[in-house]
């Protein structure tokens, strides 16, 4: 069964901080690997990759995949409140169903 | 705005009770996935449509639940006689999959569920 694990599962920062989020997946037939943000409301997107090694950036946020070892981060650098959210991660196989693990909840305190 | 609507967005039910839940996606999207998603949780797969055929359903999906997209336009989730476990945010999810190419796919803004 395809599986997906983040860690932590919550993080308390301050503003400026720097946060790694991890995500470890274990999925048939591997595509993509995709991180979504998620305020009390849908998930909104934020990457996705396919390829190992090549860095995605936008803004403060950077995400990078290792499909030998199996697992993902996000970076997310000078941490601001409004970072404040549940950070969801999402493997898809071959028919493109997301399976997401159960998220990592960051606050970032004043 | 993704572009995928749902509706309702809120829906209060008794236990026993059937509700609809409507999914309109992107219009050019063939793919459309179900999800349900519980306080705390991660969502998890239910169901999916590539145009009107549906491809696969989670074992999540009881028989009291049942998904259609008849034109492979919008979609239907049904659920008949709810029970309390039935609570939940439900959402859409919508893409276009060709033989290759982005596994993006944009949610709708959910469906809240609470079954009394």
């Known amino acids: 069964e395809d599986k997906v694990v983040q860690s932590p599962l919550s993080l308390v920062v301050h503003e400026g901080d720097t946060v790694t989020l991890n995500c470890s997946y274990e999925?048939?037939?591997?595509?993509?690997l995709l991180w979504y943000k998620q305020e009390k409301k849908a998930p909104t997107f934020l990457f996705m990759l396919?390829?190992?090694?090549i860095e995605k950036k936008s803004g403060r946020l950077s995400s990078i995949l290792d499909k030998k070892e199996l697992f993902s981060i996000l970076n997310i650098t000078a941490t601001q409140t409004g970072d404040s959210a549940v950070y969801l991660c999402?493997?898809?196989?071959?028919?493109?169903?997301?399976?997401f693990g159960k998220g990592i909840t960051l606050s970032v305190r004043p | 705005d993704t572009g995928v609507s749902q509706d309702p967005r809120h829906k209060i039910t008794k236990r026993g009770q059937n509700v609809t839940f409507r999914c309109d996606p992107i219009?050019?999207?063939?793919?459309l996935y179900w999800y349900r998603q519980t306080l705390g949780q991660g969502p998890e797969f239910l169901t999916y449509?590539?145009?009107?055929?549906?491809?696969?359903k989670s074992r999540l999906l009881s028989d009291r639940f049942s998904a259609e997209r008849p034109k492979g336009s919008f979609s239907t989730l049904e659920i008949q006689r709810t029970e309390q476990g039935d609570s939940a945010m439900y959402l859409c999810?919508?893409?276009?999959?060709?033989?290759?190419?982005?596994?993006?796919?944009?949610f709708g803004p959910g469906t809240r569920l609470t079954v009394l």
């Open positions: 999402a493997a898809t196989g071959a028919n493109s169903k997301l399976t």
């Open positions: 999925v048939t037939n591997f595509r993509s």
């Open positions: 396919t390829s190992s090694g």
């Open positions: 219009s050019e999207h063939n793919r």
């Open positions: 449509f590539q145009n009107e055929a549906q491809l696969e």
């Open positions: 999810a919508s893409h276009f999959r060709a033989t290759s190419g982005p596994d993006e796919q944009f």
